[in-house]
């Protein structure tokens, strides 16, 4: 009985005691003045008790009728406080619902049924064990039944806050809450339930795996865009490429297969990195339409051109062939995007596995295929710069060819300095080794110095093979081999500065020299050094009019000219490598250059 009730009940007795009393005084003391005769006092004593209850009736029907009335308008005022209540629940965004004291759900809000998408909850149903519910945290954990958050508040009397749920409903809904609970208390401090307020957080949950999901995908790209830049040879980014889809992207398996010319096309697999990559280069796949092996999503692709996505792997009857190995790996969905060259034909594919139904949303799906056509342009790009330099190096030899033959066709017309320029450039590339120029300054040098007599070969054979010294008209026959050198070798497209190397070789730093007579630094650096080379080499070989000497006169005569007609530097380095090697040049280029190299202009 409620406080309300009882005080109600007192009042009424009261009421009807003290009537009672009044009535029983003041019809007693009329009765004593008016009656005289018995039969006259019991009329009187009967109407007395008639009235009597006629007063007390209507009094406690007064009373009692008030008292319901009242009771009426408290309960009217309560039902109507309860609905609005519940109509208030129901505008609020959040999910809300409360229990009774042992967990069972008494009141949900529209909220809470949207959040969990069903249309109603059984009567006194329970969290704890609902038929076909799962609780879980947001790492998959299973949540104990005294996790829920009702159930705790209703253990420990305390509210909880913030607690994270994963909740999967009859109708396979998975959604991520927080909920807050607190427990609800009779006037003698019992818990009679709780109320939870449930914070719907999937869109948020799902937006933030998106966005680290797409972090992944963007971390791929940048790791192959890296691998680009490098300029890797074809296999080794192919192998970068499947890492880094893997490894960044998060992806269960990653294989590149090139397209070959068979008649079914077959593509093979050249790299695979992630679960079952063995197993992935074992599979038979097939670009050609009609057999077993070419309906899949690579074979699509190579023939469509274009990216061609599956959702479930376990449902597309296309991927029957390959269906049991990739669901036995994980593996449920995938995309496969061509590679094309930059004339339009396909020439291999990219395929990624995930181990989610449909994982490849059109955002992910973008920047895979721009993932496929930058591997596509590193392969060409790869091919060609291959082929390039395939070229290049037929190219070399065949120059270095053409230029032997041209110095052996010197040294057949000239016999008496046969293997000069190859002595000559021995010196020269251990002049320029030891003074530090960049080596492929020094590849040109050395062909420089191979070619620097070849104006010889218009020179008269009996003037070049004459075993006495030259008149003076001979001698300046002999001087244009210079300028001829220099026009000849002009002609042709070297790399390097050549002709002016040659055309320079007999100038002198004080203008003593031919053909131009340049002075100082209007010689080139290259060609100081030849001239020094020259020079020593003519000095320590036999010539028709005279012995060979010692190294000791060539650095002589070079020590004479120091300075004046020679280039000081070069002169003390071609002085260390002698000090160190003596007079073998065979020897001089076999030591390690030294640091820092200089520039050459």
């Not at 007064?62 to 308008?73: D, G, T």
């Not at 010889?456 to 002999?478: D, F, G, Y």
């Not at 390097?496 to 650096?525: F, N």
């Not at 020079?535 to 320590?540: F, G, L, Q, R």
């Amino acid at each position: 009985m409620s406080p309300e009730s009882r005080d109600t009940i007192i009042r009424i007795v009261a009421v009807y005691v003290i009537t009672s009393l009044a009535w029983l005084i003041v019809s007693d003391l009329m009765l004593a003045d008016v009656a005289q005769e018995g039969r006259a006092g019991m009329v009187l004593g009967l109407a007395k008790g008639f009235a009597f209850v006629a007063v007390t009736s209507v009094v406690l029907a007064f009373v009692l009728s008030r008292h319901f009335r009242r009771l009426a308008e408290a309960e009217a005022a309560s039902e109507s406080t309860a609905t609005r209540l519940a109509a208030l629940a129901d505008t609020l965004p959040s999910g809300l619902y409360m229990t009774d004291a042992h967990g069972n759900v008494v009141f949900t809000n529209r909220a809470l049924l949207d959040v969990f998408d069903v249309q109603s909850l059984p009567p006194g149903m329970s969290f704890v064990d609902a038929p076909g519910w799962v609780f879980k945290d947001w790492s998959g954990r299973p949540i104990p039944p005294e996790e829920m958050p009702a159930q705790v508040v209703l253990r420990t009397r305390e509210p909880v806050n913030d607690r994270r749920y994963l909740v999967v409903t009859p109708g396979k809904r998975h959604a991520y809450v927080s909920a807050n609970a607190t427990p609800v208390f009779d006037d003698e401090g019992r818990p009679t339930g709780a109320i939870v307020a449930v914070n719907d957080l999937t869109r948020l949950q799902l937006q933030r795996a998106e966005l680290e999901r797409r972090g992944r995908v963007l971390a791929m790209v940048s790791a192959v865009e890296r691998a680009l830049t490098r300029g890797q040879a074809e296999q080794d980014l192919m192998n970068t490429v499947c890492r880094a889809v893997t490894d960044e992207g998060g992806y269960r398996l990653a294989a590149i297969g090139i397209v070959g010319d068979d008649p079914a096309r077959t593509v093979r697999i050249m790299a695979a990195h992630g679960v079952a990559s063995e197993v992935m280069r074992r599979q038979r796949i097939e670009a050609l339409p009609g057999g077993p092996h070419g309906g899949g999503a690579s074979g699509r692709a190579i023939r469509e051109r274009r990216a061609v996505c599956v959702p479930d792997i376990a449902i597309d009857p296309a991927m029957a062939p390959w269906r049991e190995q990739a669901l036995a790996h994980g593996m449920h969905s995938m995309v496969a995007v061509p590679l094309e060259d930059d004339r339009g034909v396909v020439f291999g594919v990219l395929s990624v596995f995930d181990g989610r139904a449909d994982a490849f949303h059109e955002s992910e799906l973008a920047l895979i295929e721009s993932l496929a056509r930058d591997l596509a342009y590193g392969i060409v790009s790869g091919r060609a710069n291959a082929a390039r330099r395939e070229a290049e190096a037929r190219y070399e030899k065949m120059l270095a060819g053409v230029l032997q033959a041209m110095a052996r066709l010197l040294e057949i017309r000239d016999p008496y300095t046969a293997g000069h320029e190859m002595r000559a450039a021995q010196i020269t590339v251990a002049i320029a080794t030891e003074m530090g120029l960049y080596a492929n300054t020094v590849e040109g040098l050395r062909i420089a110095a191979e070619l620097h007599d070849i104006g010889k070969l218009v020179v008269p054979a009996e003037i070049l093979s004459r075993p006495s010294r030259l008149t003076e008209t001979e001698l300046e026959i002999v001087k244009q081999h210079v300028s001829i050198g220099e026009e000849v070798l002009g002609a042709i497209d070297f790399p390097w500065p050549i002709a002016l190397v040659v055309g320079q070789h007999h100038e002198r730093l004080d203008g003593s020299g031919y053909p131009r007579k340049l002075t100082g630094e209007a010689i080139r650096l290259e060609s100081r050094i030849l001239a020094v080379a020259d020079v020593y080499e003519s000095v320590t070989s036999h010539r028709p009019y005279r012995p060979g000497r010692g190294h000791e006169d060539a650095m002589k005569v070079l020590r004479r000219g120091e300075g004046r007609e020679f280039d000081a530097g070069v002169v003390e380095a071609l002085d260390r490598i002698v000090s160190r090697h003596g007079g073998d040049a065979g020897l001089w280029v076999r030591y390690d250059a030294p640091e820092g190299p200089v520039a050459v202009n």
